[in-house]
């Protein structure tokens, strides 16, 4: 319990514990303080009181709103109080709390400082009407006189919580809490509009300087290299080791090795793309580093020179394609041929061998706790693309990302493009309109940098690629990881439904629905500068 608290039999503590169910609330209070005033609150629905956590910011929510919280597994909402009252705001210190108060749904709102708890009779309870405070009458029950040791009276103010928020968060207050898990048989929304039959979809990476790539279909996920494998005795020097990845062992082979080039000491950039074997089994194809998400039209492949492949040296590359004019060159992998080389198989039959009780070591390693999530059947996952705004991540379904590209230095404005547009891009001869995703969210523009990435998606038939900060990874999420989002706005409750919960509750991913990315009218306006007779024209003389 926080010292500042006197110790009141049935009053919640920071650490969770539940009232005594014998105590009896109806006359006890909480008391705070906000900008100078007292306030109180009935201890009913007061579930805690705790020190105010780290927050995710939850875009196109009220400004009241600080972020949500993740409380030992459950998000929870932060509601700055001192700014829902329209007070000055101030920064956070040792006195600062949250109380955690159930309006349907658990709240958390930020106070100045917790008095104490107070036992009340009905009879020191006046009507609020005639008081002048930094809160209306409207959102005050009653009127608190409490006698003081100097002679003097403290006045404390009732708040009707409820009311104080429901114009703000409608859809917040007063409701039943939306359901914390998905249903049987529900998933999050994923989109299926996926790249049109003549065109392929990949995942490129890097490996000595040459690009390579994966069909997206055969990619499971992609994640960062830890700093320590598993190794195994008696195994090729292709074969890295091992590491655990929501308690399965996952073999690692070094496509470097593989391909007969030295190693790299360990970089923050390495990337293991799994890809999938018949049966379930996966395997960690260790990069240089993930490159893009590509969208390529299968004129732009061409098999493999038939004098390279003739004697099944090349036979696990099965085309390349020539972008950008013939500059770029990307070996498209065969994965069912890759996978079937010996030397996959004997990663896979060392991790076989392995046994218990390296998996039981590998599972319990710190060096590869953040990898770790909870068992669950493919069929329940979800894989996701993180990316970045700012501090916080959000997650889109792979299967919606038509393709992941660099941001150009220059943008190039085209009469008639909805105001909201940023520019245009020539993505392979055609007109790419693109928006800044900060923006759409309602956050502060940043200069543009080298990390910055263009996410495309289709959207009601439309390619519309949206600028995010960084593109960090594609997990592969568990079903129980995603809970409902606090509904705080209506459009944020569509655009954002889901929050993912990862490296054990301390990681907050917000899951987006990209169809709700533009609104209808904004749609409406997408399609009308898309079959503008003259948008192209402009783009193709500044390309």
């Known amino acids: 319990m926080d010292a500042a608290l006197k110790p009141t039999p049935g009053m919640p503590t920071a650490d969770g514990d539940e009232p005594d169910a014998d105590a009896g609330h109806a006359n006890q209070f909480v008391t705070f303080a906000v900008a100078g005033e007292l306030f109180a609150v009935p201890m009913a629905p007061v579930q805690e009181i705790i020190r105010v956590p ?46 955690v108060i159930n309006l349907g749904q658990p709240l958390g709102f930020v106070v100045d400082r917790v008095a104490s708890v107070v036992t009340i009779e009905a009879g020191e309870i ?71 039959g003549d065109e392929l979809r990949l995942v490129s990476f890097s490996v000595a300087e040459q690009e390579y790539a994966l069909d997206i279909a055969e990619v499971q996920e992609i994640v960062q290299l830890p700093e320590r494998v598993n190794e195994l005795p008696n195994t090729p020097s292709h074969v890295l080791g091992v590491m655990s990845l929501r308690q399965r062992l996952l073999p690692l082979v070094s496509l470097r090795t593989l391909f007969g080039l030295p190693r790299l000491p360990y970089a923050e950039q390495h990337r293991i793309v799994v890809t999938s074997l018949p049966g379930g089994l996966n395997v960690g194809l260790v990069t240089d580093s993930v490159k893009e998400v590509l969208s390529v039209p299968r004129s732009q492949a061409e098999p493999m020179p038939g004098m390279l492949a003739a004697d099944g040296g090349m036979d696990e590359f099965s085309s390349i394609c020539r972008l950008e004019g013939g500059k770029r060159l990307v070996s498209i992998i065969a994965t069912d041929k890759l996978l079937r080389m010996p030397a996959i198989e004997v990663a896979l039959q060392a991790t076989r061998e392995a046994g218990s009780p390296l998996q039981q070591e590998a599972a319990m390693s710190a060096d590869n706790a953040d990898n770790t999530e909870d068992d669950g059947s493919i069929d329940d996952d979800t894989q996701v693309v993180i990316f970045r705004l ?72 439309m390619r519309t690629g949206f600028i995010v900060d960084s593109v960090a990874e594609v997990l592969r999420i568990p079903r129980d990881h995603v809970v409902a989002a606090p509904a705080m706005s209506d459009e944020q409750s569509r655009l954002i439904s ?46």
């Open 54 to 99: 780290e927050v995710a910011h939850l875009p196109l929510a009220p400004r009241t709103l600080d972020g949500l919280a993740n409380l030992r597994g459950r998000v929870l909402p932060i509601i700055n109080l001192r700014r829902l009252l329209g007070c000055d705001e101030r920064e956070h210190d040792d006195a600062t709390r949250a109380l």
């Open 126 to 196: 006046e009507p609020a009407e005639s008081i002048q405070s930094v809160v209306d009458a409207d959102y005050l029950t009653g009127v608190i006189k409490r006698a003081r040791a100097d002679g003097g009276h403290d006045m404390l103010l009732v708040v009707d919580f409820a009311r104080l928020i429901e114009g703000q968060f409608a859809q917040a207050a007063g409701g039943s809490e939306r359901g914390t898990g998905i249903a049987a048989g529900e998933q999050i929304r994923e989109t299926e509009d996926g790249g049109t």
């Open 390 to 461: 700012g501090a916080e991540e959000f997650g889109v379904p792979i299967m919606s990302v038509q393709e992941i590209v660099r941001l150009p230095e220059t943008l190039t404005r085209v009469p008639r493009t909805p105001a909201f547009v940023e520019g245009v891009i020539n993505l392979r001869g055609t007109v790419l309109p693109v928006i800044d995703q900060r923006s759409r969210l309602g956050l502060p523009g940043i200069e543009r940098n080298d990390r910055q990435r263009i996410m495309v998606y289709l959207l009601a038939g």
């Open 498 to 543: 889901r929050v993912a919960k990862l490296d054990g509750d301390k990681r907050l991913v917000m899951l987006i629905d990209p169809q709700h990315l533009l609104q209808g009218r904004e749609m409406q306006q997408m399609h009308q500068f898309d079959n503008a007779s003259g948008a192209q024209a402009p783009l193709a003389q500044a390309a």
